[in-house]
């Protein structure tokens, strides 16, 4: 099973400053089937980049997601007052399709 | 859409089943999965089932307590829960793969479901 482990766990910034996120792979994703997920409270998670880099339909381009096997990043440039969450990564390449643990992006 | 059906309170050993009824789209063309997020805590994978059922896969720790399963004539999706443990107490998320074929991207995402095992 692949583990991912990402950080920080916490992140306190202010709206309109940047974000780097880290997620860690115990072993090369194949094909950078890499995905990065937003969840605020009592919501569902949404989908944010897959492929690594590929922003899904609709999201902002203030985001975006880089790297390459064992190690990926999600980046915020500005954060807006919506930024303000929950993200996790998930690996889609092999069974169990894992998450990371989740890194929460705070306002200082 | 994804509308999600089907939790509540249950006593350890009981069984539940979940449905996510889809509508705006082929539902027979897409893979499906089961992501679980107990009380404060983080995502975690439970199944998933390819379009025509000939695939499935099951994390290790629902694996022969859980059936994911779909009816494509009723557009549903199901996880049939049994022998349910206090460690199985989550939201159960239902979600829907971006593209035909074989993708396993979780694009889209029922609203989620509380399942409570309690004596």
């Known amino acids: 099973e692949i583990v991912l482990t990402q950080s920080p766990g916490t992140l306190s910034l202010s709206p309109g400053e940047g974000a780097t996120l880290s997620c860690r792979a115990s072993?090369?994703?194949?094909?950078?089937?890499l995905a990065w997920f937003q969840q605020k409270p009592g919501q569902a998670p949404k989908l944010l980049i897959y492929?690594?880099?590929n922003r899904a339909t609709g999201i902002p381009d203030r985001f975006s997601g880089s790297g390459s096997g064992t190690d990926f990043t999600l980046t915020i440039s500005s954060l807006e007052p919506e930024d303000f969450a929950v993200y996790y990564c998930?690996?889609?390449?092999?069974?169990?399709?894992?998450f990371g643990q989740g890194t929460k992006v705070g306002i200082k | 859409q994804l509308v999600q059906s089907g939790g509540g309170l249950v006593q350890p050993g009981e069984s539940l089943r979940l449905s996510c009824a889809a509508s705006?789209?082929?539902?027979?063309?897409?893979?499906f999965h089961w992501v679980r997020q107990a009380p404060g805590k983080g995502l975690q994978y439970v199944s998933t089932?390819?379009?025509?059922?000939?695939?499935?896969y099951y994390a290790d720790s629902v694996r022969g307590r859980f059936t994911i399963s779909r009816d494509n004539s009723r557009n549903t999706l199901y996880l049939q829960m049994g022998s349910l443990r206090a460690e199985d107490m989550a939201v159960y998320y239902c979600?829907?793969?971006?593209?035909?074929?074989?993708?396993?991207?979780?694009?889209?995402w029922g609203q989620g479901t509380l399942v409570t095992v309690s004596s």
């Open positions: 979600a829907k793969s971006r593209s035909t074929g074989w993708d396993f991207v979780m694009n889209s």
């Open positions: 072993q090369s994703v194949s094909d950078n089937y």
């Open positions: 492929g690594a880099s």
């Open positions: 705006g789209f082929t539902f027979r063309d897409y893979t």
């Open positions: 089932i390819n379009n025509d059922g000939n695939y499935i």
């Open positions: 998930q690996q889609y390449r092999d069974s169990p399709r894992t």
